[in-house]
């Protein structure tokens, strides 16, 4: 992600609501940032995280408007009664647990227990929803997956069984306006499922994934501090971690002459066996950086290769990214075009 910085100095500068916002988490301490944040659904902390890392340097004139504005609208809105069920909630829970919480706020408000699962849903590993939708009818499992992340749901439709897979898909794309009634059904479902999978054990949320997607948004800074005090503290977590920050298809980004450069240093028999494993399109990133005759010739040798196994694909694409690393790391090739750009 590149930098932008808003000057100090210019008194000119205009804060938007999320740039206001993110200066906010900033000036409180990291509990009470974390707190907050907590409550924030995963587009909103996107967006949020995103001003966070951009803002760059911030003055003293920035950091007086954000709090004028913050005073400004709160004696103008009072305190809003929107989401107020989730934030007492929120603090019985913390007060009392979760258990005891929920059965607090079922007696004062019963329909406070509804409309909980899929929420919860749309958080969830992959791992933990297949168990919740296996067997379903692929309507209520196309209803779900449309109200997920795009590679949660494609992770979630790849795991069902393949003679089920064409029929969702089918309703997914046709699925049209949806009713309450259906969302609630999905809901009671939900619950259902969660209740008999899991009982009071607590679900599976994050993972290294979800670690490296947060990690490549916040910039090469942090992500060196981070990274690098993870694998003080735990060397196979942080491999994991740097193994799903950086992945094959990340080097298509590579202009040519960095392509030039880790070609390079790829040995042939790698680079074949690496571009089995992706389409021709993916090929022309690699193909690009080369001589047309050189890439004829490894496009004559993909072919008589022949079949490869796919151990000895994804161990070539490995191998490729080791040297990608280490190139970048030497500062050999880059990606992006600022310090706090990455893959």
């Avoid at 670690?211 to 690098?228: C, D, F, M, P």
């Avoid at 992706?278 to 193909?287: Q, T």
Wanted: glycine share 8%.
């Amino acid at each position: 992600m590149g930098e932008t910085s808003l000057p100090a100095a210019d008194p000119a500068a205009v804060l938007s609501g999320t740039d206001n916002a993110a200066i906010m988490m900033m000036l409180l301490d990291e509990e009470q940032t974390s707190r907050i944040l907590s409550e924030f659904e995963p587009e909103e902390l996107r967006r949020l995280g995103e001003r966070m890392c951009a803002l760059g340097e911030i003055g003293p004139d920035l950091i007086a408007e954000a709090i004028a504005g913050f005073v400004v609208r709160t004696e103008a809105l009072g305190l809003v009664a929107h989401d107020r069920v989730e934030q007492v909630r929120g603090m019985f829970a913390r007060a009392v647990g979760d258990v005891k919480a929920d059965n607090t706020m079922s007696r004062i408000l019963p329909e406070a227990a509804q409309h909980r699962a899929l929420e919860l849903a749309r958080w969830l590993t992959p791992e933990s929803l297949v168990p919740l939708v296996h067997g379903e009818h692929p309507q209520a499992i196309a209803v779900l997956l449309v109200q997920l992340d795009a590679d949660v749901a494609a992770a979630v439709l790849h795991a069902l069984p393949a003679e089920d897979q064409p029929g969702i898909v089918h309703r997914i794309a046709t699925l049209g306006p949806v009713s309450p009634q259906a969302i609630q059904m999905l809901e009671e479902l939900l619950s259902r499922r969660i209740a008999q999978h899991h009982g009071n054990r607590p679900l599976s949320i994050g993972g290294a994934r979800e670690a490296a997607e947060i990690i490549n948004g916040v910039g090469k800074v942090v992500e060196k501090r981070v990274l690098g005090e993870l694998t003080r503290r735990d060397k196979g977590l942080a491999r994991r971690i740097e193994d799903e920050m950086f992945k094959f298809e990340h080097l298509f980004v590579l202009d040519p002459k960095s392509m030039g450069s880790l070609l390079r240093d790829v040995p042939n028999d790698t680079l074949i066996d690496a571009l089995k494993g992706v389409s021709e399109d993916e090929r022309e990133h690699f193909f690009r950086a080369m001589s047309s005759r050189a890439a004829d010739g490894v496009k004559d040798e993909i072919v008589a290769r022949g079949r490869t196994r796919l151990a000895d694909v994804v161990a070539a694409q490995k191998e490729v990214v080791t040297i990608a690393r280490r190139l970048a790391a030497d500062g050999t090739i880059a990606f992006g075009s600022g310090d706090d750009d990455y893959v």
